[in-house]
């Protein structure tokens, strides 16, 4: 897999059926390897190890719905009290960070509330904190560490 702009970390790797598969810390299971799901990892090393935030707190890959419609966010940390600190927008390392990425993302915190927002495909990152009362995003060059 592709080098990305994130700290080297150690992965577990299984081959079954001719598919390599990664194991995910946060769900405890083996899921198959794309480009996505690299870059996924990554962000959640990168949450849980550079950044210090509570494995109990990181969610991965789970249904919300917006506007009636199912949809998965690819992470989130939330606070102790179950509000939401962090949503995490995904994209494999070939699909550019656009405004339609960040249209998506603003569209599930809709729902989901955020106080901070991550946009990457791994090589480009994007953190930004929302401000509710101004309606904008303020970018930052990264996020709090716990």
Request: aromatic share 14%; proline share 4%; hydrophobic share 40%.
């Amino acid at each position: 897999m592709l080098a990305l702009n994130f700290n080297a970390y150690a992965f577990r790797f299984r081959n079954t059926q001719e598919r390599v598969h990664i194991f995910c810390d946060t769900r405890k299971k083996f899921v198959v390897l794309t480009p996505e799901e690299w870059v996924r990892q990554h962000v959640v090393q990168y949450l849980l190890r550079d950044k210090k935030y509570p494995g109990s707190l990181v969610n991965v890959e789970k249904v919300l719905k917006v506007n009636g419609l199912s949809k998965r966010y690819d992470a989130v940390v939330f606070n102790p009290d179950g509000s939401i600190f962090l949503l995490v927008e995904c994209k494999a390392p070939e699909v550019p960070i656009t405004q339609n990425v960040f249209d998506q993302i603003a569209r599930y915190n809709l729902e989901m509330k955020a106080q901070y927002l991550m946009v990457t495909n791994g090589l480009a990152h994007y953190f930004c904190k929302m401000d509710y009362d101004a309606k904008k995003y303020i970018f930052l060059k990264e996020i709090p560490a716990r």
